[in-house]
């Protein structure tokens, strides 16, 4: 269970600021929730989410979903403890745009880290885009540190149903769990 907390100025000339609390549980993500999960990527990224579900399912990797009350999820991310030996790497973390640095990312990491615990691995990796400051500062925060670079690609859909190759830089992190 995690507190989400996010704060908003009304307008520049309130001082009051407005707080919401929303109580967040993680789960496994499910086929069930990606309908709800557009926010994600595009919707050929959201269809391929059914195969992580699937490996999940099989034990393969750990897919969670950081969910609202009512279930919807809130933020997603995968963790494969197959890639390098000793380590989970964390892959497609994601939080709702609306709901992001209220520290529902925190909560996803912090419980994909446990997750890799539970699975007797000692670290934690990633790839961050280059272009993506602002999550490279919360993984920073979060304890993780930089030790490399390597050229990361996909295939992202355009609006008419295109496929398109997506290149990015991406700087690679670590964090040790013991």
Known sequence: MGDGRCRSRRSHREAAMSEIRLHLSVRDLTEADLPSCGWAGSPKHVREL??????AEAGEVDYLAVCTPVGL????????????????????????????????????????????????????????????????????????????????????EAEDGSLQRYEAMCTLMRKDLA
């Open 73 to 156: 999820p809130v933020a997603v991310g995968g963790i494969d403890c197959t890639v390098k030996p000793g380590a989970g790497t964390l892959w497609q973390l994601g939080v709702h745009p609306a709901l992001q640095s209220c520290g529902i990312g925190t909560l996803l990491v912090r419980s994909a880290e446990q997750r890799i615990r539970t699975r007797g691995l000692t670290r934690a990796e990633l790839g961050v885009e280059e272009s993506n400051p602002r999550a490279r500062a919360l993984y920073e925060r979060l304890g993780y540190r930089a030790f490399g670079r390597e050229l990361d690609s996909w295939d992202v």
């Open 50 to 55: 059914v195969h992580q579900i699937r490996r």
